[in-house]
């Protein structure tokens, strides 16, 4: 299965690490969506959109590169690190409509500074882990089945 996943991970890199973690092991490509805003998807058989959760939603990089350049008919899959909840609900609005078959989704903790946490030291200190790295490799290699 050729893949790409179109990520963005402003805060601490949380969600860098798992999708760096999937390609290194599983050669899939990588799209910084806060760099490249459109991309020529039609040649790839899965699209995985990742991201941190910021106030409940997808970046908005990786929400307007889904919105923009996400063809009909494909696979797709979701990964997200987060403080406290994962949340799809922002990309499911996005691709919705374009008759994609959602194959999975993949959250895990990640390192949270924002705001009040910052006082405390942030929350989920050493998140992602590896454990939670190799949960997210075992995670694509079941869609790729
Ligand atoms: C501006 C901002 C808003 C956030 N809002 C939420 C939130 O609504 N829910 C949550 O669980 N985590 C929230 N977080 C925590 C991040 O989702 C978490 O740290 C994530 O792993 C960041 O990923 P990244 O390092 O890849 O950017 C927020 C973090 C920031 C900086």
Do not use: W
Not at 11 to 36: F, M, P, Q, R, Y
Not at 105 to 126: E, H
């Amino acid at each position: 299965m050729k893949s790409v996943i179109i990520y963005a991970s402003t805060h601490h890199g949380n969600t860098k690490k798992v999708v760096e973690a999937i390609s290194k092991e599983c050669g899939v490509d990588l799209v910084d969506a806060t760099k490249v805003p459109e991309k020529d998807l039609s040649g790839y058989d899965a699209i995985g959109f990742a991201s941190g959760i910021y106030a409940s939603k997808f970046h908005q990089s990786v929400l307007n590169f889904a919105s923009v350049n996400l063809p009909e008919d494909k696979k797709i899959f979701y990964i997200c690190t987060y403080g406290a909840k994962g949340s799809y609900k922002s990309i499911e609005k996005v691709t919705a409509g374009r008759n994609a078959t959602l194959l999975g989704t993949f959250g895990c903790k990640g390192y949270n500074t924002f705001g009040p946490f910052k006082l405390i030291g942030g929350t989920g200190k050493g998140c992602p882990t590896e454990k939670d790295l190799q949960a997210a490799v075992d995670f694509y290699k079941e869609l790729d089945k």
